[in-house]
Each structure stands twice: as C-alpha cells, then as structure tokens.
Nanobody
C-alpha cells in the first residue's frame, strides 16, 4: 500500500512559479518510479513528468520541457515538481503517482498503480 499526498497548488499569474510536493508512504519508496500527471475537465489524465528510482533519470512531456523539473528525496520520501514560466494552459489538477512495477518511466497513466488526491493549479493570464 502506498499513500500519496500532494500539496503546493494554488493561483499564480502567467510567468510565475509554483513548487508541488508529494509526500509518500511505503517501505519501498526508493524503488518506485514516480510521476506527475495533470487533468482538466473533460480530458484524459496527461503525463507531465517522471523520475526513475535508480539513477533518478527524468522524462518530461514536450509541453513542459525546459520549464518544469521533477526531483525526489528518497530519505524524506518526497517528490517535487518545480514549475517555472507557467502558462494559462498549465491550469489543471495535478496528481502525484507511483509505479511500483516498472524500472523505468513509462509515461502512461495505466502503468501507475497508486495516485494522490490531486492539487489544483490555476494560472491566470
């Protein structure tokens, strides 16, 4: 069982920054692939970023490359998403997710088996 709790969402103006945090439970956190997804009403959940457990290599959606950075702290069991130069189209509910089976980031929501409750990010123009 893995519990994930996101925090750090909010309202920000375009061009601003936010840092999302995800607190995780679970004995084997250091061996989980972790990811961030986002979802807007009426649309499927979209992959944003992922980080593997071994060498902390990262994968990003093209829409956020160069603006977002995912990182993890295995001692604290935390995952972070630093979001810079935010745009109105980044507005969404952001979800932290854990993939306990794969060894590399597979950017498909169905590969992730644990999810947080989500945190709202709103970017005003």
């Amino acid at each position: 069982q893995v519990d994930l709790v996101e925090s750090g969402g909010g309202l920000v103006q375009a061009g601003g920054s936010l840092r999302l945090s995800c607190a995780a439970s679970g004995r084997s956190f250091s061996s989980y692939v972790m990811g961030w997804f986002r979802q807007t009403p009426g649309k499927d959940r979209e992959f944003v970023a992922g980080i593997n457990w071994s060498d902390h290599s990262t994968t990003y959606a093209d829409s956020v490359k160069g603006r977002f950075t995912i990182s993890r702290d295995n001692v604290k069991k935390m995952v972070y998403l630093q979001m810079n130069n935010l745009k109105p189209e980044d507005t969404a509910v952001y979800y932290c997710a854990a993939d306990t089976l794969n060894n590399v980031v597979v950017p498909i929501s169905g590969e992730f088996d644990y999810w947080g409750q989500g945190t709202q990010v709103t970017v005003s123009s």
